[in-house]
């Protein structure tokens, strides 16, 4: 079945603990982005990735990192997670990044900072 | 840079009946997609329908269709016969140039469904 896995589903953590969540596709898609939606805000691009090794800086990446060493994975990074990450965070992957290709959403990661 | 636009933050409509969604959306570019997601309490993103803004003719899914009006930069979705299972966050979103910038979200509709 093709789709987008995210882990953990749910997280619970405390000021500056570092964290990372996991996000894989087995389309064999080039590009992979992670969003993060806030009540009354919709979603807002944290990072994306064209393909291995090439990452970019969405509309939100303060206080995030990612990495994309293999093609079906792209890595949520919180190196020092603070409350205001308190979120819930979509991977999503696409064939090319075309903006007419559909995006595949991942089921979403509920993250709460203490 | 983009922007899009959802007025309506919470819609209720009687099972069976037809409800619009409002969408507009602002950009510089000349050719887009633009797209309403569906997130029901799952949490899923669910992609209902979209629209290629070359294209006059406007999108249609079984119960679900567009109003495309490109002039106005206005996205509307509208929903025959709605069912249960339609009650949900809805979603408007674009995507241009490249697309490499992924997509611009509206702030979503919450559509309650009256049994």
């Known amino acids: 079945e093709a789709q987008v896995t995210q882990n953990p589903r749910y997280l619970i953590t405390v000021t500056g603990k570092k964290l990372t969540v996991t996000c894989s596709q087995n389309m064999n898609h080039e590009y992979m982005s992670w969003y993060r939606q806030d009540p009354g805000l919709g979603l807002r691009q944290i990072y994306y990735s064209m393909n291995v090794e090439v990452t970019d800086k969405g509309d939100v990446p303060e206080g995030y990192k990612v990495s994309r060493k293999e093609k079906r994975n792209f890595p949520l990074i919180l190196e020092s997670p603070s409350p205001n990450q308190t979120s819930l965070y979509f991977c999503?992957?696409?064939?090319?990044?075309?903006?007419?290709?559909?995006?595949?959403f991942g089921p979403g990661t509920r993250l709460t900072v203490t | 840079a983009q922007t899009v636009t959802q007025s309506q933050p919470e819609m209720s409509v009687q099972e069976a009946e037809t409800v619009t969604l409002s969408c507009t959306y602002d950009?510089?570019?000349?050719?887009?997609?633009l797209f309403w997601y569906k997130q029901p309490p799952s949490r899923q993103m669910i992609l209902v329908i979209r629209?290629?803004?070359?294209?006059?003719q406007n999108a249609t899914e079984n119960r679900f269709s567009v109003n495309f009006q490109k002039a106005a930069k206005s996205f509307s979705l509208k929903i025959s016969d709605s069912q249960l299972g339609d009650a949900a966050m809805y979603f408007c979103?674009?995507?241009?140039?490249?697309?490499?910038?992924?997509?611009?979200f509206g702030k979503g509709t919450h559509l309650i469904i009256q049994p």
């Open positions: 999503a992957s696409s064939l090319s990044g075309g903006w007419f290709d559909e995006q595949y």
């Open positions: 950009t510089s570019e000349s050719d887009y997609y």
């Open positions: 629209q290629e803004a070359y294209k006059q």
């Open positions: 979103a674009s995507a241009s140039g490249g697309g490499a910038d992924g997509l611009t």
